[in-house]
């Protein structure tokens, strides 16, 4: 009931959940100075989260990491650093097919990025008819109390009209960075628990 007949897509395996034991795909999408790296940086356990040689742990765009969420083992695999703004359109659109979810991140502090974030918002519902795609909806920067140009309320009512999550982080601060990480991997198991229903 997901693939739509239009779709690009409908020939591949989009939609469709991972093998069993198979890695999550995870996709980082936003507007490029949102936190993406940052993020990337925490998952991959860099010590300081704001330090850009995670690269060693990881390859330059893709990080695959076994983590436990409510007690079960899950192995994520990121992916980063496609600047949504300069590739082309076909590029762009490969990556954001690539995913079984998405964390889709705009700054509080950057209302062009919210605007950004409703576009590939709009994009990924395109690309990914799957109803129940994991997606999350992440308002990041949150530490920056001054300079806020999105407020908490307005993150949460476009989640709500885009029939996401939502949640407000801030990578500086290490604050709810595992929260979200861990919402798609809730949001996953769930999706796979009604399948297997
Ligand atoms: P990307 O372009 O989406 O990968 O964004 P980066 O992760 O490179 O972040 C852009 C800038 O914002 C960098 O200088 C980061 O240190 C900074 N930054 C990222 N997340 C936060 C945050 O939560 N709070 C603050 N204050 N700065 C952040």
Request: aromatic share 8%; with cysteine; charged share 25%.
């Amino acid at each position: 009931s997901w693939s739509s007949s239009d779709s690009v897509i409908s020939s591949d395996s989009s939609g469709d959940l991972p093998e069993p034991g198979s890695p999550y795909r995870v996709v980082l999408l936003g507007a490029s100075g949102v936190g993406k790296t940052a993020f990337t940086s925490i998952f991959a356990g860099a010590a300081d989260s704001m330090d850009s040689d995670y690269s060693e742990l990881c390859g330059d765009e893709v990080c695959e990491k076994d983590i436990e969420v409510d007690g079960e083992p899950a192995t994520l695999t990121l992916f980063d650093t496609w600047d949504t703004e300069t590739d082309s359109d076909w590029a762009q659109e490969r990556h954001m097919q690539t995913g079984d979810a998405y964390l889709l991140l705009y700054s509080v502090t950057d209302r062009a990025s919210f605007l950004r974030a409703s576009e590939l918002r709009i994009t990924l519902r395109r690309l990914r008819p799957a109803q129940h795609t994991p997606i999350i909806l992440v308002g990041n920067k949150c530490d920056l109390v001054r300079r806020r140009e999105v407020s908490v309320s307005e993150g949460r009512a476009c989640a709500a009209v885009f029939d996401c999550k939502f949640i407000e982080t801030s990578a500086a601060m290490q604050h709810n960075v595992w929260e979200a990480f861990n919402g798609i991997v809730r949001q996953l198991r769930l999706r796979r628990d009604s399948k297997e229903a």
